[in-house]
């Protein structure tokens, strides 16, 4: 029987300073090498993740913004992906003024990956994550409301305090026109809501790479709730022992952490 394994990426593969340990890297690329199928599914860009995962030899193909996108991994070409409909666009486009916190918005111009958001009216929130991604040849300020639609649009993120961002999720999740995640952000005290298009989700993603490489079983492991899509969809799925309590619940056990090399241990344990 054929396994696919698929990991997520912060908190779960990474450690607490967002890396990957020389053991971890080691360990999985050994068995690769000997044949696992490995894979990782992360609410990171391609970009992004290529970065934080330098070192290790992926050779089948990656999902990344949380299934928005599955990608051929060493050459980049995205073999799926999802946008927002005009419709969709225009219920967003509409509830701006509802809201006191403007979004991130992800979209392709021009076939580029771009993170647009509107200058002056960035919140202390917002600005932390700018500050952590100064350089990012994504970063695209703009002035004017409107240029916030441009390009073909994948998600929004709106960033902010714990009470303001679960506003805007209860609001969205509402419609129920869209996949909509809230939760804390991993490393610093800040919530925030992603706004996705309807039936995006790591899981669903998983799906297709199953069914691509016609693979019989899979398992997952994870630590946060939009996880919890990949763990409904998987034969086994383990959470780390940082792991959410929403998510250990549906999990069939749990390992040792990620600043413990708890997924590379496992596998290295449990690979056959």
């Known amino acids: 029987m054929k396994t696919l394994y698929v990991s997520d990426l912060d908190g779960t593969l990474l450690n607490n300073d967002r890396k990957l340990t020389k053991y971890t890297i080691e360990t999985i690329n050994k068995l690769i090498k000997n044949g696992m199928l490995f894979s990782y599914a992360t609410a990171r860009s391609f970009i992004s993740a ?3 995962t330098k070192g290790l030899i992926v050779n089948i193909p990656i999902i990344t913004l949380n299934g928005t996108f599955i990608t051929e991994v060493n050459s980049g070409e995205k073999i799926f ?3 927002l409909t005009n419709d969709q666009i225009y219920i967003i486009k509409n509830t701006f003024d509802k809201f006191s916190v403007f979004p991130l918005v992800y979209s392709l111009i021009n076939n580029t990956e771009k993170v647009s958001w509107i200058k002056e009216k960035e919140n202390d929130e917002i600005k932390n994550y700018l500050n952590s991604r100064k350089g990012d040849k994504r970063l695209r300020p703009i002035s004017l409301k409107d240029e916030l639609f ?5 998600s ?3 960033l902010g305090k714990k009470d303001e961002i679960k506003e805007i999720y209860d609001y969205y999740i509402n419609t129920k026109e869209f996949t909509c995640y809230f ?3 991993l490393y610093v005290e800040d919530y925030w809501c992603e706004i996705m298009p309807k039936n995006t989700s790591k899981g669903n993603a ?7 490489l016609r693979v019989d079983r899979i398992i997952t492991f994870g630590d946060a709730i939009n996880d919890l899509s990949m763990f409904e969809i998987s034969d086994e799925c383990y959470a780390v022992e ?3 309590d929403e998510l250990k619940k549906y999990a069939t056990g749990i390992i040792k952490s990620n600043d413990e090399n708890g997924v590379a241990d496992w596998l290295n344990e449990n690979y056959e």
């Open 50 to 52: 290529s970065v934080v």
């Open 81 to 83: 992906s999802q946008y």
């Open 150 to 154: 441009n390009g073909k649009i994948f």
């Open 156 to 158: 929004f993120i709106y």
């Open 183 to 185: 939760q804390k952000e």
């Open 206 to 212: 998983i799906i297709k790479i199953k069914e691509l």
């Open 242 to 244: 940082n792991a959410v």
